[in-house]
């Protein structure tokens, strides 16, 4: 699943942790670092384009320079120890140089994306931490919002991709920057307090799966107007695996 741009930014903005600096490389940097690095993530070129730098919390992205001058600086991400270890671009470091590494996993591609995993300091270990670079940013501001990954599987998978979707049809699936506002603002704690509102029609219904309990992965369709209880006493169940549903819907024509 594509990354939205539109929902990429909004979630930058809405997110104190991610600190991205007005205005972007041009797309001539971008080329020349990736003569160096090989292609970069397409989530990773949309961020350079739109920010070449920033912070994520403690951590430090690396940017791009103006060639010749792209590999001259610890900061760009053609500095020869982000790309030291084989099969792995380190693209985000704690600021003291002792913390997490964050990398692309270049020999874990996911279509124009590269798996990202981080580095223990002290053990070396490395553990999967997102699908895409858009969904660690989104899996960072989840954490940060006490969500951790997300609040129920289906959305914590997501998250690991995207900052929520945007479909052509009028269907929108939450990302952690909103999700807070849109259960508050239907009432499902008091309303459906079994439940957490993931998403919306665009017509007045939304999507809904429980938070405990065995089945957290179903998902149902029911009037936010009429919302009361069960929701899958009162809606219709759409789905048992939203990612794959929204896999689906996405050959719909696009978000304008």
Do not use: K
Not at 77 to 86: F, L, Y
Request: with cysteine.
């Amino acid at each position: 699943m594509t990354p939205d741009p539109l929902l990429l930014r909004a979630l930058i903005d809405a997110s104190p942790l991610i600190d991205g600096l007005p205005g972007g490389a041009p797309g001539e940097w971008i080329a020349a670092a990736e003569a160096t690095v090989g292609p970069l993530p397409a989530s990773y070129r949309w961020w350079l384009g739109t920010y070449r730098a920033g912070r994520v919390g403690v951590g430090v992205l690396a940017d791009v320079a103006p060639p010749p001058h792209h590999d001259d600086t610890v900061e760009d991400i053609t500095a020869g120890w982000r790309r030291a270890d084989q099969d792995r671009l380190w693209f985000c470091a704690e600021s003291d140089g002792g913390g997490d590494r964050y990398g692309f996993a270049l020999d874990r591609s996911r279509g124009a994306e590269y798996e990202i995993v981080r580095r223990d300091p002290w053990t070396g270990e490395e553990e999967p931490f997102a699908d895409t670079f858009a969904g660690f940013l989104t899996v960072c501001a989840a954490r940060e919002s006490g969500f951790r990954d997300g609040p129920v599987p289906d959305l914590a998978r997501l998250w690991r991709t995207a900052p929520g979707v945007r479909l052509g049809n009028g269907t929108t699936v939450y990302g952690p920057h909103v999700l807070t506002a849109r259960n508050t603002a239907h009432r499902v704690r008091d309303r459906a307090p079994h439940w957490t509102l993931v998403g919306d029609d665009g017509a007045g219904h939304g999507y809904l799966t429980r938070h405990h309990g065995r089945d957290r992965t179903s998902v149902y369709r029911a009037d936010l107007g009429a919302l009361d209880g069960d929701a899958a006493a009162t809606g219709e169940r759409v789905t048992g695996d939203l990612v794959a549903w929204l896999s689906g819907l996405s050959e719909l024509s696009d978000p304008a």
